[in-house]
């Protein structure tokens, strides 16, 4: 969905940008893809999915990345 019409911005543009972590609010995210800069009327709308998507991603486990290395060190030798 369009979440920013002055500058075509998606929902799903600004939750790739959060996940990639080049934004974690609004202004950083003017800066990016260029939201409300204009009318202004998307910040609150941009806000809210920044919040949503930094909440979904906290909530994600993280893989443990020094065992799967270490375990497949092992196997190759």
């Known amino acids: ?3 920013c019409l002055c ?3 998606t929902d799903r543009q600004i939750r790739e940008v959060v996940c990639s ?3 974690c609010s609004v202004r950083q995210l003017q800066a990016q893809l260029g939201i409300a800069k204009k009318c ?3 910040a609150r709308a941009a806000c809210d ?3 949503e998507t930094l909440a979904s991603v906290e909530a994600t486990p993280m893989v443990n ?3 799967t290395t270490h375990v497949i060190t ?3 030798l």
Do not use: S
Request: glycine residues 4%; proline residues 5%; contains cysteine.
């Open 74 to 76: 092992a196997v190759q």
């Open 40 to 42: 202004k009327k998307c």
């Open 21 to 23: 972590g080049a934004a």
């Open 49 to 51: 999915i920044v919040n």
């Open 1 to 3: 969905m369009y979440v």
């Open 65 to 67: 990345t020094h065992t």
């Open 7 to 9: 500058e075509p911005v």
